[in-house]
C-alpha cells in the first residue's frame, strides 16, 4: 500500500528541506498520507518528551542514513558502522522508536482499508472486487440461478481456527491502546471532524501511544495455556461477536442486491480453536486446559449474552397498554418469575408492564445461573435460543419489525453462531503418543513396532468390545502417558454434556501414517468410555505433515474408507471425513515447491477416492503466516486449489500475527471473511473450466518439484554444515528464548529436524533472507526454462492458478528479503565463506528466472502498492536488522547470558516481525 512521501515521512517535527527520494502516489491514498504524517509527528513528539530531543534526532539521523543506502545502492558497510557504535542502553530504545512507527503505519494502513471500502459502497458502480455482491454478480452472469444459490448455501461452512503458534502475540493492554488509536482514525476517517473533536482525539491518540510506549510489549514470564486462551478469546468475543451478525446481514442484502429475492442465510460461518486442546509436543496441555479453556470461553459468551440482553432491555420498551405480546412469552415469563421470585421483587415497578424487558431481566438471570452451574440455568444453548425465537415471534406477530427485531435477529444471529463455547475446541495428538499409551493399555510392550495389519485386527477387537483394554493405567513412565491419554478422552465426553456437543470439534492425529492410527483413536475412545449410545462421538481427522506423509495419503485413506469398522464410525458422523494437511513440515522437509505440490497432489487424489468412495472429504488447511508455511491470500488460494477439492468448505488455521492483521479490526474482519466465503462459493458452483493443457503442466510441475526438492534438502539435510550455520546466522538462539508461546520450539529430536516449523521459517524470516520460500525453486525454474523453454513457464505462470500463486507468493518474499544484509548475519557463522556464495547464487537465480518467465523488470511490478509499501518501510526495519547482528554479536560472545543485551535483541526480533509481517 502506498504511504506518504519522503518529504513527510518524517515526523512533522523534523521537515526536511529537500526530498531524500521521489516517490509517486496514487489519489486515493492522499488521505492516508494524511494519517501516517499525523501519527508520525506524535509519535515523533512522544519519543522527544518521553526520551530526549536528542534522541529524537539520533533517530532521523540513522532513518536518513538508511533511506540514503536504499535509494543510491550504496553498501550496507557504512550504516552498519553506525549502527555499531549504538551504546546497549539506546539500543533497546531505538528498536522501539522504529517500531512504534510501523505500528502507527500499519494501524494508518487497516485505517485505510476500511477508507477504501467505503469509497466503493459510495460510488455506486461496480462493488469491491472479491467482496461478496461482486462474486455473486459473476456467478450469476455464468448461470447460477437462485434457486442453485439457495440450495447450495446450506453445504457452504467456512471455518476459521485459531491455534496457539504464535510469532507475535501482542498484550491485551496494548489491544485496547491500539483499538483507542483506529476509533479515532475512524471516527474522521472522512476528515467530517470539527477542530475541537480533531483535538480530542488527537489527544486520546497521544495517550494511548505514550502509555504503549511506558508497556512492555510483552510479560517477561512464558504465557501459559491460560494467557493464550485470554489472548483468542480478545478476537472472537471482541471482534468477531460484532462482526458475525453483520457478516450475515451483508450477505442478504448481496443476494438480494443481484437477485431480487431477500433469502435467509443458514449458519454457514464457524470458528475453532486449538488453544487449550493442542497436546502434540506441549506437555503444558492436558484434559485440565481442555475444560479450563472452554469454561473461559464460556464466561465470556455468557457475559456477552448478558450485555446484549440488557441492551435489549433498553430496546424493547413496548407496553401491554400499547401493544399485545404472545400468550406464550408471557406463560415463559411466569414460569421463570417463579423460579427467580428474587429477580422480579428487584424489577421496579415501573417497568413491570414491560414484558419484553421482564422477560431479559429474567434470561439473564438463568445465563448467571448458567455460568455458576447452578439450578434453573440453560441446559443447552437450544434452550437460550428458543427464549429468544419466542420474542422474536412475539414481535412478528405484534407489528415489532421495526420496534427492535434487527436488534435481536442480531443477538440470535450471534446464539446460534458462537452457542455457549465461542468456538469448538480442536484436539490434536502426536499418533507415537497413541502408540504408547495402547502398548500400556493392551499389555503389549511391543505395541509401537507390531506390523499394520495385526495392529488393526487388535484394534477391530478392542473398538468391537471383544478385547477390552485396562481402563485404569498403572503409575510409571508408560501409566503416566495413558492415564493422561484415557483423561482426555474422558473429559472430552464430559465437555460435550456440559457445554454442547459443539464444543470439542476435530480430534486430529499428528505424524498420521496408516489406518491403525485412525484406528487407535476410536479404541482409546472406547477404552475411556467416550461413546454415546454405541458410537464415538468424535470426527477422527489425520494430519499429513510430511511430503512422504502426503504422498502416501491416498493410500492411508484408502485403507480407512475400505475398513469396515471405520466405515461404521463414518456413517456415524454423516459420511465426511476431515483430512488435515500440513503446509508447514512439508516446506521444511522439502521446500517450497516441493510441498505445494504435494498438496495439490494430495487433494487431487484424494478428492477422487473420496467420490469413488461415497464419502464427503473436507480438507483442514493447516497454513500459517508466511509464505514457507501455506500463507498468502486466502482467496487466491482457494481459487488455485484442484478443481472439485473445495466442495462448499473451507476450514484453516489462523496463527500468529495473521490473527491479528486479519481479526484485529471489526471491519476488516468483515472484509476477510466476506473473501473467504466469496472464494468458496465461487470454487465451488462455477469452479474453472477444465483445460486440456493442465495435464502436460502437471508433467511439468512434478519434475519441477523433485529438482527444487533436491536442491533444498542437498542443503538443508545433507550438508554436514549447516547445522552449525543455521544457528550462527540466524538468531533462533534468540528465538528460543521469547515467551509468545507455552509450547516448546523442538519435537523429541535435536537439531533442523527435531525444530518445530514455525521458529525455523521465523529465522530465515529474521534475517532477511527468507530463503525457507525460494531456496530450491530458483534452480528448478532455471530447469523448466531450459528443458521446456520460457515460453511454456510463462504460459504456466499466466493460465494455471496453481503456478501463478506460487510465483506470486514467492515473489513477495523475494521483495522483502535483502541478501546484503543477510550477508552481515552470515558472517556471523566460520561457514560463511563455504556456504553463502551458493545461497546468493539461488537467490540470484531463483529471481533473475522468476522475472524471466514473468517478462517483468524489477519485483512486485504487478502489485504497486506492496513494492511501495516495501519500499517505504525499509528504512525502519534495516536500521534494526543491523542492530540485531551487533547485538548477537556481543551477546554471543559474553557466553549468551540472561541479561540487558538479551532483552535489547528480544526487542529486535519483534521490531523485525512488525516491519517485515508476514514471519511465521
Not at 59 to 88: H, K, N, T, Y
Amino acid at each position: 500500500m502506498s504511504l506518504p512521501e519522503s518529504t513527510a515521512d518524517a515526523p512533522a517535527s523534523f521537515d526536511t528541506a529537500a526530498p531524500l527520494r521521489e516517490i509517486e502516489f496514487v489519489p486515493t491514498d492522499a488521505l492516508l498520507r494524511d494519517d501516517v504524517r499525523r501519527l508520525g509527528a506524535m509519535v515523533g513528539q512522544m519519543l522527544a518528551e518521553q526520551q530526549s530531543p536528542a534522541f529524537l534526532e539520533q533517530v532521523e539521523s540513522v532513518r536518513r542514513m538508511a533511506i540514503a543506502r536504499r535509494e543510491d545502492g550504496a553498501p550496507v558497510d557504512a550504516l552498519a558502522r553506525r549502527l555499531a557504535d549504538v551504546a546497549l542502553e539506546d539500543a533497546d530504545a531505538l528498536v522501539r522508536a522504529f517500531a512504534a512507527y510501523f505500528g502507527a503505519t500499519n494501524l494508518a494502513e487497516r485505517v485505510h482499508r476500511i477508507r477504501r471500502r467505503r469509497d466503493h459502497q459510495r460510488s455506486g458502480d461496480a462493488p469491491q472486487p472479491g467482496g461478496l455482491e461482486a462474486v455473486l454478480r459473476g456467478l450469476r452472469d455464468a448461470g447460477v440461478t437462485f434457486d442453485e444459490l439457495a440450495a447450495f448455501l446450506p453445504r457452504l461452512s467456512v471455518e476459521p481456527v485459531f491455534t496457539a503458534h504464535p510469532t507475535e502475540i501482542v498484550r491485551r493492554a496494548l489491544l485496547d491502546k491500539e483499538r483507542t488509536i483506529v476509533e479515532r482514525l475512524v471516527a474522521d476517517i472522512d476528515r467530517g471532524r470539527t477542530p475541537p473533536e480533531r483535538r480530542s482525539d488527537e489527544a486520546r491518540i497521544r495517550l494511548a501511544l505514550t502509555s504503549t510506549w511506558q508497556t512492555a510489549e510483552a510479560p517477561s514470564l512464558k504465557p501459559t495455556v491460560q494467557d493464550e486462551v485470554e489472548h483468542v478469546g480478545f478476537y472472537l468475543a471482541h471482534v468477531l461477536y460484532r462482526t458475525l451478525p453483520v457478516f450475515y446481514e451483508t450477505f442478504a442484502d448481496a443476494i438480494e442486491a443481484v437477485y431480487g429475492q431477500r433469502l435467509a442465510v443458514p449458519k454457514l460461518l464457524r470458528f475453532g480453536t486449538w488453544v487449550g486442546g493442542d497436546m502434540d509436543g506441549n506437555p503444558n496441555v492436558n484434559a485440565g486446559t481442555m475444560r479450563a479453556a472452554l469454561d473461559a470461553q464460556r464466561a465470556l459468551a455468557l457475559a456477552q449474552y448478558r450485555a446484549d440482553l440488557r441492551a435489549l432491555g433498553g430496546v424493547l420498551t413496548q407496553s401491554l397498554g400499547q401493544v399485545g405480546v404472545d400468550d406464550a412469552l408471557i406463560a415463559r415469563i411466569e414460569a421463570y418469575a417463579a423460579q427467580w421470585p428474587d429477580v422480579v421483587a428487584a424489577i421496579a415497578p415501573r417497568r413491570a408492564d414491560m414484558p419484553y424487558r421482564v422477560l431479559f431481566e429474567l434470561m439473564g438471570a438463568k445465563l448467571a445461573a448458567t455460568g455458576t452451574q447452578q439450578a434453573h440455568g440453560y441446559e443447552r444453548i437450544d434452550d437460550f435460543i428458543a427464549d429468544l425465537e419466542l420474542a422474536d415471534a412475539s414481535l412478528v406477530h405484534h407489528r415489532g419489525e421495526h420496534a427492535g427485531r434487527f436488534a435481536l435477529q442480531r443477538v440470535l444471529r450471534r446464539a446460534r453462531g458462537f452457542g455457549f463455547h465461542l468456538a469448538a475446541l480442536d484436539l490434536r495428538q502426536d499418533s507415537a503418543v497413541h502408540e504408547e499409551a495402547l502398548a500400556t493399555l493392551l499389555d503389549d510392550p511391543g505395541w509401537a513396532s507390531k506390523q499394520v495389519d495385526a495392529q488393526v485386527k487388535r484394534l477391530h477387537e478392542v473398538i468391537a468390545g471383544a478385547a477390552t483394554g485396562k481402563t485404569n493405567a498403572p503409575a510409571g513412565a508408560g501409566g503416566d502417558v495413558a492415564a493422561s491419554t484415557l483423561a482426555v478422552f474422558r473429559e472430552a465426553r464430559e465437555l460435550r454434556r456440559t457445554h454442547g456437543n459443539d464444543a470439542i470439534g476435530l480430534y486430529i492425529i499428528s505424524m498420521a501414517r496408516n489406518a491403525a492410527d485412525a484406528l487407535a483413536v476410536l479404541a482409546l475412545a472406547r477404552i475411556a468410555r467416550c461413546v454415546e449410545g454405541s458410537a464415538v462421538p468424535l470426527d477422527v481427522a489425520p494430519l499429513f505433515e510430511t511430503v512422504a506423509d502426503l504422498d502416501a495419503a491416498p493410500a492411508v485413506m484408502r485403507a480407512l474408507f475400505d475398513d469396515p469398522v471405520y466405515r461404521d464410525h463414518l456413517r456415524t458422523r454423516g459420511d465426511r471425513q476431515t483430512v488435515m494437511l500440513g503446509y508447514s513440515d512439508s516446506a521444511k522437509d522439502g521446500g517450497l515447491l516441493a510441498s505445494r505440490w504435494a498438496l495439490q497432489q494430495t487433494q487431487v487424489a484424494l478428492t477422487a477416492l473420496a467420490q469413488a468412495s461415497g464419502v464427503r472429504i473436507v480438507f483442514f488447511h493447516g497454513r500459517g503466516g508466511s509464505v514457507s508455511r501455506g500463507g498468502g491470500k486466502t482467496s487466491r488460494a482457494v481459487m488455485a486449489a484442484p478443481r472439485g477439492s473445495v466442495d462448499g468448505s473451507l476450514r484453516m488455521t489462523e496463527q500468529g500475527e495473521v490473527i491479528h492483521r486479519k481479526y484485529g479490526i471489526r471491519a476488516l474482519a468483515l472484509r476477510n471473511l466476506e473473501q473467504a466465503t466469496a472464494a468458496v462459493m465461487q470454487a465451488s458452483l462455477r469452479p474453472r473450466a477444465p483445460d486440456p493443457r493442465e495435464a502436460h503442466w502437471r508433467e511439468i510441475a512434478s519434475g519441477l518439484a523433485g529438482v527444487a526438492r533436491a536442491h533444498y534438502r542437498a542443503l538443508v539435510y545433507d550438508e554436514p554444515r549447516f547445522d552449525d550455520y543455521f544457528r550462527a546466522a540466524t538468531p533462533i538462539d534468540v528465538i528460543e528464548r521469547l515467551h509468545i508461546g507455552s509450547r516448546p520450539s523442538r519435537r523429541r529430536n535435536a537439531g533442523i529436524r527435531g525444530l518445530r516449523a514455525i521458529p525455523w521459517v521465523f529465522a530465515w524470516a529474521q534475517n532477511r533472507s527468507g530463503l525457507t520460500a525460494w531456496y530450491g525453486v530458483g534452480r528448478a525454474l532455471q530447469h523448466g526454462v531450459e528443458t521446456h523453454g520460457r515460453d511454456a513457464m510463462a504460459e504456466m505462470a499466466r493460465d494455471w492458478p496453481f503456478f501463478g500463486t506460487l510465483l506470486d507468493d514467492m515473489e513477495m518474499t523475494l521483495a522483502k528479503s535483502d541478501l546484503a544484509i543477510f550477508e552481515r548475519y552470515s558472517r556471523l557463522a566460520g561457514e560463511h565463506a563455504a556456504l553463502f556464495p551458493g545461497i546468493a547464487d539461488e537467490f540470484a537465480r531463483t529471481r533473475d528466472t522468476l522475472l524471466a518467465i514473468r517478462d517483468e523488470d524489477a519485483l512486485l511490478s504487478g502489485d504497486p502498492r506492496l513494492r511501495l509499501s516495501i519500499r517505504l518501510r525499509n528504512p525502519y526495519v534495516d536500521p534494526i536488522s543491523l542492530l540485531q547482528v551487533e547485538l548477537l554479536r556481543r551477546w554471543r560472545a559474553d557466553g549468551r547470558r540472561d541479561d540487558d543485551t538479551l532483552r535489547a535483541l528480544l526487542a529486535t526480533v519483534n521490531g523485525i516481525a512488525a516491519g517485515i509481517q508476514n514471519t511465521g
